[in-house]
């Protein structure tokens, strides 16, 4: 009985010492969530991993006392599994910050449990508005890019050229309905005609059906309200049937530097498209792409998606600098993320909202000719810029309750 | 109704696809005893063979369509020899297995190199451009698959069930102890039919390099389908599954027309019918 006493005493001592190491608690765990295996895994993947890394080494952060792990698991693009995963590493591996989450079905599951478990989710890689509409969470900051940013930027500038009827070619799935749904409303305003719409399943090998169905229905725009694997397959099968050659022209509305680069030149040439990250944008780019690219295994530069892992962990690890400690409050850590403003090598200054949007300026770019490139990875003409506060959906707009109005 | 033409036709190239694809599958099953899932990564391994070619030697599509097969049909036989040939006489489920965790390690390999975007491999000059059907805009390449992939069916079909070679096969197959009595080297034999299977998908892989991404799950998402065109053909059954192959591919066509977001499940559903009315599939005999 007494041995039982004193063992329960210790223990509630040992208890209290490690309460009070709480204190000045200063480890983070950073969990990196996306497709290592499937049709996405070259725009997040291992690179976002890599992306973290990088950003762990160059916050300076270890120097300081901190102590800071990364996990990475590949969700297969699968919502259950997606949760599966991020509920064990809150619970048992106490996760504090969810990076990357790309494939929006995957992302807004995720963002459900982040919010329940007062985690943080900085997103990277999917693209669906309703992460900072009428899905927002004071837990998610919605980092690189969203569907209404790539509808604003590419949708406009197509029927401002004169593409003013428009066909879809949607991802089945929350990506491609809300990607097809803000495109179209951007079309419409503009003073262009949705003609028809036909939805694929994800990750579909053979498109020659739908582009018959989009080539019969003679819009000028077949607008692919898709990613990855199935835009390249689209782009490269769409050549194939004479949908360029016959007048027809593609907007790419979610294309990355990575499906360009597998496309080739020769295929890609002409498409116009927006991202918010090139490797060639400026020194800084440069100098962090080229790091990057030697330590990726098919030296692969970084994709927007990636770039936005680097960038906001930087952002993340500053906040938590300046608490000095005691990260595991989500709801706090991102108010503070969202009081100061941003500045990193990659994305420059910028802000984030009060509904988790993160702003900074988003580029149109056109594919190069093949002549028109000096080399490997030399892809992009910019042909505009959208500052960041006209960019993304205007907080008039926004159904996210975080908004006060 | 011109529309609904061109579905069909559409549907008709893919189907030489499947058709390829399970026509190997039912050889090597047929014969072997064996489901072979590592029939994906060898179509793969098809595609990439003929983009290395391309690239590192600058061998063109004609020369890969005959040489990919061969190599690949090669690294069959090795797998035949050194593993599978082990499994004979066990259980079905030992050769699915063994054969799913090869393709998994072979698509594993391909992926840490080249990522999953793919690569490209143009169509050839020869083969470029289209013509107008009136209904459709057909690519010629796309025609020059159906026609290309009908021969290589038939000629498989005849080789297997009206030449002297086929009929010393199916009779290995049947009795090994008996044919070996003969004279027929049945292991060698069994070995050569390994690649022949192999080589078809190989050559299917070479034949889709042009249309998809050379990709390293593009084997993956195919074999699925391919096994259900098998089940619902009738398992092993030659002629059975080259039919089966290019009508589910038109059924697919159809269905991208009339509901697209069914298009990925028609195929499965389809096979359920079939398990459900004649379990042993469409042409299959009751064993």
Redesign the interface.
Same mark, same amino acid.
């Given at each position: 009985m007494k041995q039982k006493i004193s063992a329960l005493l210790f223990g509630t001592a040992l208890t209290l010492a490690a309460s009070g190491a709480l204190a000045q608690d200063k480890n983070i765990k950073i969990g990196v969530l996306t497709d290592n295996?499937?049709?996405?895994?070259?725009?997040g993947?291992a690179g976002s991993t890599l992306a973290a890394q990088m950003a762990i080494e160059d916050s300076g952060l270890a120097a300081k006392g901190w102590k800071i792990d990364l996990v990475s698991a590949d969700h297969q693009n699968k919502p259950d599994i997606a949760t599966t995963i991020a509920r064990q590493w809150i619970d048992v591996e106490k996760v504090d910050i969810f990076m990357d989450v790309l494939n929006s079905g995957v992302a807004l599951a995720v963002n459900n449990l982040v919010k329940e478990k007062n985690a943080i989710m900085i997103n990277t890689g999917a693209a669906s508005s309703d992460l900072t509409n009428a899905q927002c969470s004071p837990n998610t900051i919605h980092w690189v890019y969203d569907t209404y940013m790539l509808a604003n930027s590419t949708g406009q500038a197509l029927v401002k050229a004169g593409g003013d009827t428009w066909y879809f070619l949607t991802a089945?799935y929350a990506f491609g309905h809300a990607l097809e749904r803000d495109t179209a409303a951007v079309v419409t305003k503009s003073g262009g005609k949705i003609i028809g719409t036909?939805?694929?399943?994800l990750?579909? $090998?053979?498109f020659? $059906?739908?582009l018959?169905?989009a080539?019969?229905s003679k819009a000028k725009i077949v607008g692919m309200a898709n990613a990855?694997?199935d835009t390249?397959?689209t782009i490269?099968?769409a050549s194939?049937?004479?949908i360029v050659a016959?007048g027809q022209k593609l907007a790419g509305l979610l294309l990355f530097i990575?499906?360009v680069? $597998?496309?080739?030149l020769?295929?890609a040439q002409g498409l116009s498209f927006t991202e918010t990250f090139y490797w060639d944008l400026n020194d800084d780019t440069r100098a962090f792409s080229k790091r990057f690219s030697e330590r990726m295994?098919?030296k692969?530069m970084p994709s927007m998606v990636q770039a936005g892992v680097y960038s906001g962990l930087i952002h993340y690890f500053k906040t938590v600098d300046a608490m000095g400690g005691n990260p595991h409050d989500g709801i706090k850590v991102v108010e503070k993320m969202k009081a100061a403003p941003t500045d990193d090598p990659l994305f420059g200054k910028g802000t984030i909202r009060a509904d988790g949007r993160k702003l900074h300026p988003a580029y149109l770019f056109e594919v190069k000719k093949p002549a028109e490139s000096k080399g490997p990875w030399d892809y992009y003409k910019l042909i505009g810029t959208t500052p960041g506060d006209q960019a993304f959906r205007p907080l008039s707009e926004s159904a996210c309750p975080l908004v006060k109005k | 109704m011109q529309a609904l033409y061109a579905q069909l036709l559409v549907g008709l190239i893919n189907g030489s696809f499947y058709a390829l694809l399970s026509l190997g599958l039912a050889v090597i099953f047929g014969m072997l005893n064996i489901i072979n899932f590592a029939h994906g990564a060898l179509y793969m391994m098809g595609a990439f063979c003929a983009y290395f070619l391309l690239n590192l030697a600058g061998i063109g599509y004609w020369p890969a369509l005959i040489i990919a097969p061969i190599v690949v049909g090669i690294f069959g036989m090795i797998l035949e020899r050194t593993m599978l040939q082990w499994l004979s006489g066990l259980d079905h489920l030992y050769g699915l297995l063994l054969t799913f965790g090869i393709a998994l390690i072979v698509q594993g390999v391909f992926q840490n190199y080249f990522g999953s975007s793919g690569l490209p491999y143009a169509i050839p000059d020869e083969l470029k451009g289209g013509m107008n059907l009136g209904f459709m805009f057909l690519p010629i390449y796309r025609g020059w698959v159906v026609v290309f992939s009908l021969i290589v069916c038939l000629a498989t079909w005849y080789l297997i069930e009206k030449t002297r070679l086929g009929a010393n096969l199916r009779a290995a197959t049947e009795n090994p102890t008996l044919v070996r009595a003969f004279g027929i080297n049945v292991p060698r034999m069994i070995t050569l039919t390994y690649g022949l299977g192999v080589g078809l998908a190989a050559l299917a892989g070479v034949l889709s390099a042009p249309i998809n991404q050379v990709r390293p799950l593009m084997g993956a998402d195919l074999i699925i389908v391919v096994f259900a065109v098998v089940v619902i053909g009738g398992m092993g059954s030659i002629m059975g599954s080259i039919i089966t192959g290019f009508s589910l591919g038109v059924i697919e066509g159809l269905t991208k027309y009339f509901y697209p977001e069914a298009s990925n499940t028609v195929v499965f559903v389809l096979m359920v019918l079939v398990l459900l009315v004649k379990p042993t599939g469409l042409t299959g005999r009751a064993a």
């Open positions: 295996s499937g049709l996405y895994s070259d725009l993947g089945d036909v939805r694929h399943p990750n579909s $090998s053979d020659s $059906s739908f018959l169905q080539q019969a990855g694997g390249t397959n490269k099968q194939e049937f004479g016959g990575t499906d680069h $597998s496309l080739g020769k295929v295994k098919n692969a | -």
